[in-house]
């Protein structure tokens, strides 16, 4: 669009946008894109200097692209060059504050696709008769941590392979250093870097008429005339020099405190986010470098925003003294850069459904549970740049803020810390450095939130994590897949701890007020179990050990018993240590090659056992449908449940196959994955054996009530 052609679409007296009220140039290239003009590209990279207003163009666009919004816009008097064609609405998945996995996993759900691997999703989409439109919004908002680096991942992991799929038309709006990356692959026409702070893309006349629409709304002494609003306008616009956020914050300076300005002085302009701080703090009598201060917390927040009551005690230790009375002296010091947001806690714990009602899954009871918590973040992340880049440390800014907050842990107790502190506080941490010591404390892993956190940890180098660490990043995957309450995390991190040999973290979350509903009691490293059968060994013939089981060093041995040995017998390749052949048992099966052999395990304790397999005595039908406790799973999980009153009192996800299972009557589950073989002994109290006769017989596990994930039996 070249400026001539701009000046004759004005000259017909189209109406402007109504959100955006001009960027002409960059809406006609955005409809050529949108109706597949012939020489239109069919990918496009949206960008700008922070600050530029590519979000603002991307919303505007995206409320022509949907039917129903549509409806209440004037497209009519509007250039018709500048409007797309009335199509179903573009997919439009958010990266704010996601994961490149998950922007990737919103657009499977949206297409409904059928892949189970990342790679799948491109391969499907690659497959459509018909091409899809995806406009990718705010790439620079994308992952939960900011220091992670989440928006170079989108690019590389998703944006990438998406641009090059030539079933998709893709429109993104990335950060200037990123767009050329994700271009650079494509060959020429198919691909377009729109920015908007280039001459041919700049609207200095649409921000005039934005700022003059802007100062219309109060009837402020030099506002009032229209000439003199519109120069006005004018002249901040031209300041501006094409900022769109400077524009932004100098009208809102002067709307919320008109008190002190001479329209007539162009000094009191801004030309730059920084000048509006500064410029804004002098006219109300103030020192820059305090209100610098006062946002200085906000600049750091990481996710939606800093709860209210952290600002103060933050911004006091970055400043090194109380700056309690410069907050209640300097609210409209600080207005003008602020927004609230408000959000309630009830959608930070998902305490029911995930866990499958099992007894105790929710965590546990914090004080603000339920309320609605009052935060506060800057006007634009570019404003929070510009505050971050005039301390003179950054690292030592975000150690004095981890302090400060680890400090607001009551008792260090993780149940009773603020969201805000129990989620974030790892993101702080990682960019003062100091991530790898905070990850010892296994009730912060079981309270924080596990996408975030995940995230965090994922940033820093493998080989500067400690043990207990490398075990949550390994079952981050699973928990952040499941969406379990605190207490179910707590749970499956306790198996964890004590599958890599970490008994006292496992212990460690069994003190910290958690209703786990199970105790790990032992876990092998051994592959290849087909079965699991738990039996008792008889005490006739050939003793069973009865070395100390706490040594626990997994060899096999012998002595005399003289009574019968609760154990889990599992079946196992032939050839397995400490395993014996079964005379006459089964081959391999299908896809196995060799025959198999039995290897007994103590129920209780962790020791294997050298025996006789002839010895073992599995229970009858009878013992089995008496037991208090009934078991049913499908192939990656399961669930514990009463007979009597048929409440799940537990629910277990694995992170691979679950290759077999039993449950003894005293509620020892012991479960075999692709991984290895882990006991837990459950912790709800044994049901008392009913007084009246079931009414119903022939119960079965496939009877079982449907729990956690519904019944993927």
């Known amino acids: 669009m070249s400026a001539s052609e701009e000046g004759n679409a004005r000259a017909a007296g189209y109406a402007p946008h109504p959100y955006i009220g001009g960027r002409g140039a960059a809406l006609r290239a955005l409809a050529a894109w949108r109706m597949r003009w012939p020489g239109a590209p069919r990918v496009i990279a949206l960008t700008g200097n922070p600050g530029s207003g590519r979000s603002r163009l991307i919303t505007g666009f995206l409320m022509m692209c949907d039917p129903d919004y549509r409806k209440q816009l004037p497209l009519d008097d509007m250039d018709p060059a500048t409007v797309p064609p009335d199509l179903p609405a573009p997919a439009v998945p958010s990266p704010g504050g996601r994961t490149a996995a998950q922007v990737l996993w919103l657009l499977a759900d949206h297409f409904e696709l059928s892949a189970v691997r990342s790679e799948d999703i491109f391969t499907e989409l690659a497959g459509r008769e018909e091409p899809v439109t995806i406009v990718v919004p705010d790439v620079d908002q994308a992952g939960p941590v900011r220091a992670a680096n989440e928006p170079a991942r989108l690019i590389r992991d998703v944006l990438q392979p998406l641009a090059a799929t030539e079933t998709v038309q893709l429109l993104a709006d990335v950060p200037r250093e990123l767009a050329a990356e994700l271009t650079a692959a494509l060959p020429d026409g198919q691909a377009q870097i729109i920015d908007l702070d280039a001459p041919e893309w700049a609207d200095p006349k649409g921000l005039a008429l934005h700022a003059e629409t802007a100062l219309g709304a109060p009837e402020l002494p030099y506002t009032a005339d229209p000439s003199a609003r519109r120069a006005l306008a004018a002249a901040m616009a031209e300041r501006a020099a094409g900022d769109r956020l400077t524009l932004q914050l100098a009208v809102q300076s002067l709307l919320m405190q008109p008190e002190g300005f001479d329209p007539a002085d162009t000094s ?388 691979s196959p679950i290759t077999g299972a039993d449950l003894s009557s005293d509620g020892v589950l012991v479960v075999a994955t692709e991984r290895g073989v882990t006991a837990r002994q459950i912790l709800a109290p044994v049901p008392a054996a009913p007084t009246v006769p079931a009414q119903r017989t022939g119960t079965t596990d496939a009877d079982a009530p449907h729990g956690l994930e519904g019944d993927h039996s």
């Open 268 to 655: 009191l302009l801004p030309g730059s986010v920084g000048e509006a701080l500064d410029l804004h703090a002098r006219r109300l009598g103030a020192d820059p470098q305090v209100l610098r201060l006062m946002l200085a917390p906000l600049a750091f927040a990481e996710g939606e925003g800093l709860p209210v009551q952290l600002i103060a005690p933050l911004a006091s230790a970055l400043a090194g003294r109380d700056m309690s009375q410069d907050f209640a002296d300097g609210m409209l010091l600080a207005a003008p850069f602020v927004q609230p947001v408000e959000t309630s806690s009830d959608d930070e714990e998902a305490e029911e459904e995930p866990d499958g009602g099992v007894p105790g899954a929710g965590s546990a009871a914090r004080p603000d549970d339920g309320a609605a918590r009052a935060l506060l973040r800057l006007v634009h992340p570019a404003l929070a740049a510009e505050i971050r880049s005039g301390l003179p440390d950054v690292r030592d800014a975000q150690t004095k803020i981890a302090m400060t907050l680890l400090e607001a842990v009551p008792q260090q107790d993780w149940s009773q810390a603020d969201p805000y502190i129990r989620d974030h506080l790892a993101a702080h941490t990682l960019e003062a450095g100091l991530l790898p010591q905070l990850l010892t404390d296994p009730g912060l892993f079981a309270h924080a939130d596990p996408v975030t956190l995940r995230a965090a940890i994922e940033a820093v180098p493998v080989e500067q994590l400690g043990a207990p660490a490398r075990t949550y990043l390994r079952t981050a995957p699973l928990l952040t897949r499941s969406q379990a309450s605190a207490t179910m995390r707590a749970a499956l991190l306790e198996s964890a701890f004590v599958e890599d040999g970490l008994a006292p973290y496992a212990q460690a979350l069994h003190a910290r007020g958690f209703a786990l509903p199970w105790r790990t009691l032992w876990s092998v490293p051994l592959a290849g179990v087909r079965a699991v059968t738990i039996a008792s060994l008889s005490p006739d013939g050939e003793g069973a050990s009865t070395a100390d089981a706490a040594e626990g060093d997994g060899s096999p041995a012998s002595g005399s018993t003289t009574a019968p040995r609760a154990v889990a017998a599992l079946l196992v390749p032939e050839g397995t240590p400490g395993s014996r052949t079964v005379p006459g048992g089964p081959d391999g099966g299908e896809g196995q090659s060799g025959g198999v052999a039995l290897l007994l395990h103590d129920l209780h304790a962790p020791q294997y056992l050298d025996a006789d397999p002839a010895r073992t005595v599995q229970p009858s039908g009878e013992e089995r449908a008496a037991a208090p406790f009934a078991l049913s799973r499908g192939a990656d999980y399961l669930r514990v449940w009463t007979r009597a009153s048929r409440e799940v009192v537990a629910a277990l996800l694995s992170d």
